[in-house]
């Protein structure tokens, strides 16, 4: 059967890929990006939206919606700047002092648990496969 090519009613491999991704994404608890704005806002104190922006080269919609759930789970704090009353700088709560001082976790296998060790082995030489495919095509494509 051609990679394309799945039986009625089969999920596309992709989106299964996708939705796993997501899963584990979520399981290991912070995304990378949220780990470079504590990382950043710790390294200088405090930095404007804007600032954020251009230092994580992200969507201004994208980095809006990070930082309001950022906020809302306590980990930054927005205020008015002192100088500029129409700028809002961003800073880190105790709680995102705290998690800026955490090392950072790379995440858990306890979901592959569900993996027989022959199954994960196999399971890595797929994704290594696909990630060598990626990088020639980088390569390839710059």
């Not at 704090?77 to 809002?88: C, F, I, N, T, V």
């Not at 800073?91 to 998690?99: A, S, V």
């Not at 199954?119 to 390569?139: F, G, P, S, T, V």
Request: aromatic share 2%.
């Amino acid at each position: 059967m051609d990679e394309n090519e799945r039986t009625e009613g089969e999920e596309p491999l992709h989106a299964l890929f996708l939705r796993c991704s997501s899963i584990l994404s979520r399981r290991i608890g912070r995304s990378a990006t949220r780990r470079r704005i504590i990382a950043l806002l710790d390294e200088r104190g405090e930095l404007t939206q804007g600032e954020l922006q251009k230092n994580l080269g992200i969507q201004a919609g994208s980095l809006s919606e990070l930082v309001s759930r950022m906020e809302k789970f306590g980990v930054l704090e927005r205020e008015a700047d002192s100088r500029d009353k129409r700028r809002l700088v961003l800073r880190l709560t105790e709680e995102g002092k705290r998690r800026a001082a955490q090392p950072v976790e790379m995440g858990d296998d306890r979901l592959f648990a569900a993996l027989t060790g022959e199954e994960r082995e196999e399971l890595r030489r797929m994704l290594r496969r696909i990630d060598d495919a990626h990088e020639r095509w980088r390569r390839e494509n710059p």
